[in-house]
């Protein structure tokens, strides 16, 4: 059984923590939750008590003799302040010990996740983004908040993200991976692109956005900062990842390639469609006129190719590394090969199609074609494993 801290600070978001605990407590943990004394205001601690099974004290003067302050954090495998205020990032950034919550932090030598949740003025402040930078230079994974409703009519960066998706990220930071993407921005497709026909049909294919998805969820359990670029993905978004989103090979092109310019690394899982109709129409295409007008389709830009010949000819400040995918029916290998060199990329994950594999599966099995190196074969497996196998190559690259 391993033994978790659920820190909890006072924001509105606190009642979506008793939602954590429960995640954690079914999943077998031990949890002893630390909530600060204004937390308390918002949900009380019998809450608390109930839901852990453990008993919950703010203050350091609580039962003395057993030296909570020091002895809670020296026993914790994972630390987890969730939601986290601008107030308590500050005091942890600052090292100061006058509540429970950051004696804890002080004492504890287990990984720490942050999950911030504020208005977006207190998160966007120099104070809060300096604080942040701190802990994350220490070694804390912050995950960054989601975008969308505050507590009141206001919306933008401060939301705390979907408890099931905080709990997907200790769960990770758990099986002991280190941090080794901390301090790294990676960029993310997902997804698969519409091409529109008339104001209510596309031509689409069957990407799911699951693997795309397990990339930035595994990309941020290991610290990376996670752009993703999410093309008609219909999955909660995760944790701590800034979420584009894009309808269309074009769109998609534009988001990926400005992130770009500032990443450390670009992983495209996204299903991007080859060609677009030359022409939208503006109404509903009836089926009243006597024979439909066929569709002529022209090409989109291929955003990895462009990616690679960015880098090649140093148009424009570009990624170290750039991760290609490729689903294949036939020839798997060669077919592979030569998509890796014509895209100028650094690794290839080929897919093979088919099996109940690759598309809308929670199941992955792939073999990665490296620039200069062996093909490295990934058992069929959850996709957050092979997502595992992809960031210690890309880990291994920017070392
Ligand atoms: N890709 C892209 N832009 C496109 C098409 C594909 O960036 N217009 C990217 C995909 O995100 C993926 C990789 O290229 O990472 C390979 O995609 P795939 O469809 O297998 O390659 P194609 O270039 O379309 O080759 P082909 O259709 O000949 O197999």
């Known amino acids: 059984m391993r033994s978790v801290v659920l820190g909890v600070s006072a924001g509105i978001a606190v009642y979506k923590a008793c939602e954590l605990l429960r995640l954690f407590t079914e999943s077998g943990h031990d949890v002893r939750v630390v909530p600060t004394r204004d937390a308390l205001r918002f949900v009380g601690e019998p809450t608390w008590a109930a839901l852990s099974g453990n008993p919950v004290t703010t203050e350091v003067w609580d039962s003395v003799h057993e030296v909570p302050h020091v002895r809670i954090g020296q026993h914790a495998d994972l630390v987890v302040v969730a939601p986290a205020t601008a107030d308590v990032l500050a005091r942890a950034a600052h090292g100061l010990a006058n509540d429970l919550l950051t004696n804890t932090l002080l004492t504890a030598r287990c990984p720490v996740v942050f999950a911030p949740a504020m208005h977006t003025e207190m ?41 099931a998706e905080i709990f997907e990220v200790c769960r990770r930071v758990l099986t002991g991976r280190a941090p080794d993407l901390a301090g790294r921005h990676v960029v993310i497709s997902a997804g698969g692109t519409r091409e529109a026909i008339d104001p209510v049909r596309f031509i689409g294919n069957r990407s799911s956005g699951l693997q795309g998805y397990a990339l930035a969820r595994t990309a941020v359990a290991r610290g990376a900062e996670v752009t993703l670029v999410s093309a008609n993905v219909a999955l909660p978004d995760p944790a701590g990842a800034k979420v584009v989103r894009v309808e269309t090979a074009v769109d998609l092109r534009e988001a990926v390639v400005s992130a770009a310019a500032h990443a450390d690394a670009v992983v495209m899982a996204a299903a991007v469609a080859d060609f677009r109709p030359s022409r939208q129409s503006g109404t509903k295409i009836k089926k009243s006129s006597a024979e439909p007008d066929p569709i002529h389709l022209v090409k989109n830009p291929d955003v990895l190719a462009e990616l690679g010949e960015i880098r090649r000819e140093g148009i424009a400040p570009s990624p170290r590394v750039i991760v290609g995918f490729a689903a294949e029916t036939d020839d798997v290998l060669a077919n592979g090969r030569a998509k890796l060199e014509r895209k100028g990329c650094d690794l290839l994950v080929v897919n093979q199609v088919g099996e109940n594999l690759a598309f809308g599966t929670p199941d992955n099995a792939a073999v990665v074609l490296v620039a200069g190196g062996d093909p490295v074969e990934i058992p069929r497996g959850p996709k957050e494993d092979l997502a595992d196998v992809v960031w210690d190559l890309v880990a291994s690259r920017l070392a």
């Open 123 to 163: 998160w966007e402040h120099p104070a809060t983004r300096a604080n942040v930078a701190t802990l994350r230079e220490r070694g804390s994974i912050v995950v960054d908040p989601a975008v969308g409703r505050l507590t009141g009519a206001d919306s933008g960066p401060g939301r705390l993200p979907d408890p």
